[in-house]
């Protein structure tokens, strides 16, 4: 008689939907510096075209 038969298939899922998280975490953590870049390229040009004056 199995009490708990289901505990290594939900353990299974639980581990796939856990690296799914884990692997949207990852794909994304570079997205901040991609932002920052931007903006200090978008505030360069906007300097250069003497839109604005820049402060740091």
């Not at 298939?9 to 920052?36: F, M, R």
């Amino acid at each position: 008689m199995q009490l708990y038969p289901n505990y290594v298939e939900l353990a299974s899922e639980a581990a796939s939907k856990i690296d799914t998280i884990v692997e949207l975490i990852n794909s994304n953590a570079g997205q901040p510096n991609l932002l920052a870049l931007n903006h200090e390229i978008e505030a360069a040009q906007a300097e250069e075209a003497g839109k604005c004056s820049r402060v740091d």
